[in-house]
């Protein structure tokens, strides 16, 4: 099967959670916004289309389906691909952890826009400042302490079972962002996230998922995305509760 992914242009955002799952498995898709402007998604959202409708993108076109919300598409994808282990506990459990995932995402995109998302950042920093030292200082930690014992508990290489998932994919990606949007909180991380690490750089390593960063199709971060890197926005010196 070709899929079709439907995500805005020009930004990584959340349809690239789906995009490494993509790549990873060596699917055939095509990343249709990329290819014929952001245009051909209004259909979608306005219940032009057949199939269900989607709130906003990322949303998958799968034949004559339409499945939409990051953590759905990744579940609907895993079992197809391998990209998540064949017991129905593994599978709720590998949709818990992407749920989480998404969690931390949207936290991070409220660090730059707290108030509203009609609104340009210049028009919320005071708030954007003290949203962003909350979540440098307390919901980074406690994120990734909770992912950290989630990898200690299994077997120290993967989030679930003894094989790679969706999920390992996932929190690659949500490392990058962090990594590229608080780069001095991350870096105070460091030796609490040794495990999260590892795992990064094993994904990094995957044939299909190197080929894919190495290629013009891995959107650079930047700041139209949900990781946006504005150094006012992290503090100077980074302590974290022991």
């Known amino acids: 099967m070709r899929y079709e992914l439907y995500y805005w242009t020009g930004i990584q955002g959340r349809g690239e959670f789906v995009r490494l799952a993509l790549e990873d498995a060596g699917a055939a898709y095509a990343d249709v916004a990329r290819e014929e402007g952001d245009g051909i998604i209004m259909p979608f959202l306005r219940g032009e289309r ?3 409708q989607p709130y906003a993108p990322p949303f998958l076109r799968a034949g004559r389906q339409v499945i939409a919300q990051t953590a759905n598409i990744l579940a609907f994808l895993g079992p197809r691909h391998g990209l998540v282990p ?4 593994s599978q709720v459990y590998a949709l818990q952890l ?9 936290e991070a995109h409220d660090t730059h826009h707290p108030i509203a998302t009609d609104l340009y950042y210049e028009d919320q920093r005071p ?4 949203r962003a030292a909350s979540f440098c200082k307390e919901r980074i930690p406690k994120y990734l302490g909770y992912f950290e014992q989630v990898l200690e508990r299994n077997d120290g290489r993967h989030a679930l079972g003894r094989r790679h998932s969706y999920v390992d994919l ?12 608080f780069p001095r909180t991350m870096k ?18 995957r044939p299909n998922i190197a080929a894919y960063l190495a290629s013009p199709r891995r959107v650079a971060f930047n700041e139209d995305g949900i990781f946006r890197h504005y150094p006012e926005l ?9």
């Open 188 to 205: 105070g991380l460091r030796r609490r996230t040794t495990h999260l690490r590892a795992l990064s750089e094993r994904v990094a390593d």
């Open 86 to 89: 064949a017991s129905a506990a």
């Open 170 to 181: 996932s929190l690659f990606q949500l490392m990058a962002g962090l990594d590229y949007a």
């Open 127 to 130: 708030e954007a400042r003290k």
């Open 234 to 242: 992290e503090p100077r010196i980074f302590r974290t509760r022991q």
């Open 98 to 106: 992407q749920l989480t995932i998404a969690d931390v995402v949207a």
């Open 50 to 52: 057949p199939g269900a």
